[in-house]
């Protein structure tokens, strides 16, 4: 397929300028995302886009990362229902260096090659841009009426925008307009949002430098259920292990809908339509495996962070989904181990609780485990308990050796059912 072709297939384009496939095919573009600053760390929600600028330059064209220093200090009104805060000036800074270390893992910035990504910030041309110079030879070509028909603008006019941010779109427009003068850029992309202030950049570049450029946004990822992708119960999905560890990185990649799975694999991977077709057609055939969720989590995992972190990652996944065995737990530290046992309910006992060997049903009992002697005896007896991953009988007996580190018990009910028993 053809990169138009191919980015169509994979789900990337929702809208595109007309003359967008013509320029492609004329070779070598150099092409550009804008990434918010606003964040140390990137998403999620941004991986879609650096997915992008790595297949365009898989096929040949030259990647822009413009991290939005200047824009960043005034904020972007698309999506947004109010004012956000402004980041002050070395907050901005610190999380540039963040994510230029990040955009680094996805794009090939050696010198050696014949289209090189590169990384640039707006603030360094405009830091210098005095405010009337920019009036009269940028403010001067936009009316305000084309402005506030920006749908962004339209959302915000009710609940009330400031000046600040509605010249938030002049000021991204006149990125497209230095990219296109000094690095021959003709192309911008980002999210379906990013539309309106993407045209008024193609317009400034028609009206000042009488010649066209072109655009291509892509749609914002919801989940099967309509629910925001990118983000889980405790907030975003971070590419930063400091903010996401790989454990949680890869449990939410494994945790996708049987709906989304087709689709997140052609965005978020760059296997070939034919490995797609395989993995779906092994998936269908025993969805319960959840075999594509399984491939997907892997892929994106590794991507993200490394082949020895998805292997850390299905290890601790063992831990709780698995047949792990009790000394597994001891390649975990107790703060890893906290994280993966995250939401598992547990009860606290004393230090001697357990010097006395106590025998099963009364421990479940009193630790309300089970609500009674009754129902524990019964899951003893159907052998649906499992002690430390080991299944135990009606005469089992809890003691001091049933820890493990000297600070916990696993006790599995059914598959999936877990408490924790912890030592205070």
């Known amino acids: 397929m053809n990169l138009l072709d191919e980015l169509i297939w994979r789900g ?26 606003t964040s140390d760390s990137l998403h999620v929600g941004n991986l879609m ?52 270390a990040q955009l680094e893992k996805f794009l090939d910035f050696s010198p050696n090659i014949s289209n090189p990504a590169k990384i640039l910030n707006n603030y360094d041309w405009f ?18 009426n084309y402005m506030i028909a920006k749908e962004s603008v339209q959302k915000r006019l009710e609940t009330g925008i400031s000046f600040t941010e509605f010249s938030y779109q002049l000021l991204q427009a006149y990125d497209f307009l230095y990219l296109y003068q000094h690095y021959n850029c003709k192309i911008q992309m980002g999210g379906a949002d990013q539309w309106g202030n993407i045209t008024i950049g193609i317009e400034l570049i028609r009206k000042i430098a009488n010649s066209e450029a072109e655009a291509i946004t892509a749609p914002l990822l919801t989940k099967a259920d309509g629910s925001k992708f990118g983000k889980s119960e405790s907030g975003n999905i971070w590419l930063d292990p400091k903010k996401t ?59 993200v962070h490394s082949k020895q972190d998805l292997q850390k990652a299905v290890e601790a996944s063992e831990l709780l989904f698995g047949n792990a065995h009790k000394e597994s737990f001891l390649n975990f530290d107790w703060n890893e181990l906290q994280e993966i046992f995250e939401g598992v309910p547990f009860v606290n006992v004393p230090e001697n609780y357990f010097n006395v060997p106590k025998d099963a049903v009364q421990v479940l009992a009193e630790l309300q485990i089970y609500p009674s002697k009754s129902e524990a005896r019964k899951a003893l007896q159907a052998g649906a308990l499992k002690v430390n991953k080991n299944k135990i009988n009606p005469d089992f007996q809890f003691a001091d050796v049933d820890w493990i580190m000297n600070k916990f018990i696993l006790v599995q009910k059914g598959k999936k059912n877990y408490h924790l028993i912890i030592k205070s």
């Open 245 to 303: 560890s790989p454990y949680k990185f890869y449990q939410f990649w494994f945790n996708t809908a049987d709906n989304d799975v087709e689709r997140l694999l052609k965005i978020f991977t760059f296997l070939s339509q034919h490995e797609i077709e395989d993995i779906l057609q092994v998936h269908s055939s025993q969805p319960h495996l959840r075999y594509g969720q399984k491939k997907l989590a892997e892929y994106v995992t590794t991507l």
């Open 49 to 100: 886009q650096i997915m992008l600028l790595a297949l365009f330059q898989k096929f040949g064209h030259k990647p822009i990362a413009l991290v939005g220093g200047a824009t960043g200090m005034i904020g972007d009104p698309s999506g947004k229902s109010k004012e956000r805060n402004l980041l002050d000036k070395d907050t901005l800074i610190h999380n540039q260096q963040c994510i230029q």
């Open 12 to 37: 990337f384009v929702q809208n595109h300028t007309p003359n967008i496939k013509n320029l492609l095919e004329q070779g070598s573009q150099t092409v550009y995302i804008g990434f918010d600053p």
């Open 127 to 144: 830091k210098d841009f005095n405010l009337l110079d920019f009036l009269r030879t940028i403010g001067k070509h936009i009316s305000i």
